[in-house]
Structures are given as C-alpha cells and as structure tokens.
C-alpha cells in the first residue's frame, strides 16, 4: 500500500514544496473526468482586472461552498457563479483527500479555483491573499501541457526563479512561502496528452476562512 512517504518531494523554498508526479497517470485522468463534471455545471467565464477592466488571458471556474472572482468591483470569494447566479458544484472527493495528504492543515478547502491555460496564455506574478488565513496552505495541481512556472519571495521586487511544472505534478505554498510572488511565464505546447484540446488546467484548493469563524 502506498503511503504518504512513498512520494517524491522536493523543498524550494522553506513552506514551498513540489511533490513532483504526485498524481499517476490514471489519477490525473479520473480528475479530468471530475473536473469535466464541474464544468459542465459551473462554466468557464473570463475575469477581468478590477481597475482597468483588462480580461485575464486565462479563463477561470470554481468548485467549492466559495469561488474566487474578479471584476471591476474587485477580488473576492462569493457562493455563486458571477454568470449563471448558480452554487458552485462540490469540490471532488479525490481532492479533498490530496488536503488532507498534503496540507498540513486540519480545516478542509472551501475553494477550488480551476484555471483554463491556451497555449499563449500566462499569469503575471502575483500573491494570492485573499483570504482570512494565511496559516492555511494553497495546494496547486497541475494537469495537461508543462508550464515554465516563476516564483520569488514576499515583496514583488525580490529575485525570481522558474521550474517546469509537469501534467500530476503538486505545489504547495505554506508557512513562509505563503505569500510568494508566483506565475507562469508561458505554455509548453506539445507535451501532454492529457487534454486533446491541449493548453494547462491548474487546480488550486483554498481555505477563505478562519476555522473558527467557519
């Protein structure tokens, strides 16, 4: 039986850790299958900047009780779809389970943001603190094409360095590298087959809210 220290890891910073092919091939399969479902009852829409109203070259969906959004009002986590006005469906068991294996974190996801990459697509470098506890970890699965994906300290002029991130590969920031810059440079077209459609599917689970307040 495979147990949790079976599995590669890798530290990249203190709190970043890559669990690099984390998910076997079959795995990735039957969470693209689950996150088929998910889209079919949350579709992708195109967030845009709050300011500038510029649209993000990714287009996005949620699962989850919260789901994050962006537009001109700004950045924030809601129960609804911006679009349909609909709950966000369930996030899927099996990454419920990947929580518990490696977060760390006793209080389990409220959000799952499921970003869509096309082969031009990319992510400035960014921190994600918008939510209540930064004790809690972002877990960040990888599925379909390799990205080249960047990442640097807490303030937005500290050096950077970038690695690939490969179709099943997991990332986790936590404790100190919770508040990283990070993004992903660009699309490595041609090197999954995961997705027939080709492009990068990133899955990245999120605590909002303080267990207490919960």
Not at 24 to 34: I, N, S
Not at 185 to 199: A, F, K, N, Q, V
């Amino acid at each position: 039986m495979t147990t949790e220290a079976d599995f590669a890891r890798t530290q990249l910073l203190p709190g970043l850790v890559l669990y690099p092919g984390r998910l076997a091939r079959d795995e990735q399969v039957a969470l693209l299958t689950e996150i088929r479902a998910v889209i079919a009852a949350a579709p992708p829409f195109t967030p845009v900047m709050p300011r500038t109203g510029k649209p993000f070259s990714v287009a996005m969906t949620n699962c989850g009780p919260l789901g994050w959004v962006s537009d001109r009002a700004g950045y924030r986590y809601q129960p609804t779809h911006p679009v349909t006005g609909a709950r966000w469906p369930a996030i899927p068991e099996r990454l419920i389970a990947l929580w518990r294996a490696v977060a760390g974190y006793a209080a389990p996801p409220e959000a799952c943001l499921v970003n869509f990459y096309d082969p031009t697509a990319k992510m400035g470098l960014h921190q994600d603190r918008d939510e209540a506890d930064f004790d809690a970890p972002i877990v960040s699965v990888s599925l379909g094409d390799t990205c080249r994906f960047r990442f640097g300290g807490t303030a937005r002029g500290d050096p950077t360095r970038s690695f690939p991130l490969a179709s099943g590969d997991v990332v986790v920031f936590g404790g100190p590298a919770r508040l990283a810059f990070h993004g992903v440079d660009r699309i490595l077209p041609g090197t999954s087959t995961l997705l027939p459609e080709g492009g990068r599917i990133n899955l990245t689970l999120r605590r909002v809210t303080e267990p207490s307040a919960a």
